[in-house]
């Protein structure tokens, strides 16, 4: 054992463990704790943001290069303030309209083919696909399976008509196969949220208390 | 009936303090577990092995404090693996909470191989054989431009260098240049890249995610739309299987460490949700 001498390492493993002190019950240690990482977070995005965003791609062209095209997106962007001014609050619209416009256009092409075009292409059975699993012969069996699961799926969100008949022994098979993805998703947060507290044990078994190297 | 009634109600505590004993032990008696390394990482690993020698890999750095257990070991073994193949990297981020932990990682792996280096051709050279180009505002701004000129991007770099001066940057324009890009992260980039910068300028794309979001990218493995795939902590401890295995970097793994814990931790919790099942069914019964 090799306890750490370290100011700021002792500050991490006290704020550690007032937040896992939660697990028993809530408590003021965790309270304390989680105020402090609010505001810490809050200083630290506000100062960045002005020292790393503000000043030098708005602020330090405009009044210190005198790039005076500048003021249209100062201007643009004050206006989001408006809306504490309930009078001309409207104007809020301006600067929202113009982000969604922007990204709205760059992102559905883009995410048309990226997320449905490849993904159905993805689905069907052709022999470029069955190699995609790196199984062998059992990827024509993978593909097969994959091709079921997206087809029966869709059709249990088919609302148009009563599940019943052919619609209905699909939709049964549609939710065994969400129910397993649900599963699937289900099995990897218990891991993730597990390896999250195996890296916490790991910095207080480790630099703090020096048990493991 | 009172031993039912207790196997439905297991008290939160005690099983948040059997996972902390099944975690911690296999921490401090440790007892290895093999690692078996799974088509993803393979195809992962073999993508950046086989950059060429006048392209560069990006690695888009998105690990936060909060991913920072499953993260860190991908960042750190790609990092590895990318110098001891002398591949040229550019890392990069699109937020800014990763911006110090990026460096943490560059800081530790370049003194790794500069304090065994004998001439300056060993040693890994900022500008040279790598460049921290670090954070500019807007992701999709960053991931469309990039595709134009990088330098026009990120004009300078993570330490206020001038990047149209940095000898490695004189090569590697856009992603003409890029043989690869692997991101790193806990949220949606890696399907950003996918989105903006392989549809529209054909890059390849590799991705490092954490367990939490895996299902949703093993689709994009599948469809060839990823080069590779790491996922969570597992992920993490196969693809430093393979740096050790395929390059003789014998260095602590962090990630195949705690794999005995993660196991131990996953067969308590299948115990908790099976004795929980059973308490229920056998109350339902007695209904």
Known sequence: MNISYDFWIWVSAVMTLAIFSFLYRDNPFYKIAEHIFVGVTNGWGVTFYWHRVLWPFLFDPLFNQHKFLFIIPFVIGMLYFTRFIPRISWLVRIPIGLSMGYYVGASIPAGIQAYIIKQIQGTILTPQNFQAWHAGNMGIVWSIILFIGVICTLSYFYFSRE???VLKVSARIGIIFIMIGFGAAFGYTVMARVSLLIGRLQFLLGPWLGIID | MKIVDSLSRIDRRIIYLMLAIVVIFPLIFRSPLSVRVMPPVEKLY??????????ALILNYEIDPQSQPELDPMGFAVIRHAFQRRIKVLIMCLYVQPLGLAQNALTQITNEFNSVAQTNADSIIYGRDYVYLG????PLLVMLGMGESITNVYKVDYYGNKTDTLPLMAK???YNNVGLLVSISSGDPPKWWVEYAQNRFGLRVGAGVTAV????????LQTGQFSGLMVGMKGAAEYEEMVEEKLGIKIRRRASEALSSLTYAHLVLIAFIIIGNIGFFIKRRQK
């Open chain 1, 163 to 165: 599940q019943k008949g």
């Open chain 2, 46 to 55: 073999y993508a950046i092995d086989e950059i060429p020698d006048d392209k």
């Open chain 2, 135 to 138: 954070w500019v505002v807007s």
């Open chain 2, 172 to 174: 590697i324009k856009n």
């Open chain 2, 213 to 220: 979001s895996g299902a949703e990218f093993y689709p994009y």
